[in-house]
């Protein structure tokens, strides 16, 4: 698990480093009056999308629990798995949360 989480890690990284050269280029890509006008800068933003690495985009970054590394079921606020969760929520480690009963 600990590889995994190390390169979920690196891939976000890689996206924050990254992400304001990704939003440009896409709206200069998107742009239709001035992708008739220059050629070259498209034909240049053509070759940095098939340059890119494969690691710097959003979709391959994974949501892991912060504790055990473990990928599913994960409570976005919370950044921890059930599993986690209920072992934590028995502890008391959570103010303000209660079981449910009706």
Avoid: H, P
Avoid at 20 to 34: A, E, V
């Amino acid at each position: 698990m600990r590889y995994l989480t190390a390169k979920d890690k690196r891939r976000r990284i890689l996206f924050n480093k990254t992400e304001f050269d990704q939003f440009i280029f896409r709206i200069l890509y998107n742009n239709k009056k001035f992708s008739k006008d220059n050629a070259d800068f498209m034909s240049k933003i053509k070759l940095y999308y098939k340059m890119a690495k494969k690691d710097q985009f959003l979709t391959r970054v994974r949501n892991r629990c912060v504790v055990s590394g473990k990928a599913g079921w994960i409570f976005s606020r919370l950044k921890v798995s059930r599993m986690q969760f209920r072992e934590m929520f028995g502890k008391g480690y959570f103010y303000g949360l209660r079981r449910s009963s009706w």
